[in-house]
């Protein structure tokens, strides 16, 4: 069995490779996502008072893709475009202008739909 090579840590005083810096950075900006208002406008538009047995159940979610109703904890918030990857410098504004859009940037779609929305690019980007 080939010894594998060490990885260079460049970044962070020794502490990250560049592919982890850049995954620290993403993940600090999705948690600043996850505040964003008009993340949070796109969600209320597609609410409606619950219909069902479930008492304490209050809204229910209008998937843009299948259009059927699911309770929250069934639904995410997608951007209609693709943030896209961010790996250097060079990708930082564009990832950032797409990833803090305005409500009509968004759409709501149940898990099922988003894990086929989610399957559908990356195969797309896969095959660049």
């Known amino acids: 069995m080939a010894k594998r090579q060490p990885i260079e840590k460049t970044r962070g005083g020794g502490r990250y490779s560049e592919a982890a810096f850049w995954s620290f950075i993403r993940s600090g900006l999705r948690a600043k996502h996850?505040?964003?208002?008009?993340?949070?406008?796109a969600l209320a538009a597609a609410k409606r008072p619950y219909k069902g047995d479930n008492a304490r159940q209050k809204f229910e979610y209008k998937c843009a893709v299948c259009?059927?109703?699911?309770?929250q904890k069934d639904v995410e918030v997608d951007?209609?475009?693709?943030?896209?990857s961010l790996k250097c410098y060079d990708d930082l504004p564009g990832f950032v202008e797409r990833m803090?859009?305005?409500?009509e940037g968004y759409r709501v779609a149940c898990k099922s739909c988003h894990l086929k929305i989610t399957k559908k690019?990356?195969?797309?980007n896969a095959s660049k």
């Open 79 to 84: 951007h209609i475009t693709p943030c896209g």
């Open 34 to 41: 996850s505040r964003w208002a008009p993340r949070y406008a």
């Open 67 to 71: 259009k059927k109703w699911h309770i």
């Open 100 to 103: 803090f859009v305005e409500v």
């Open 121 to 124: 690019e990356r195969e797309k």
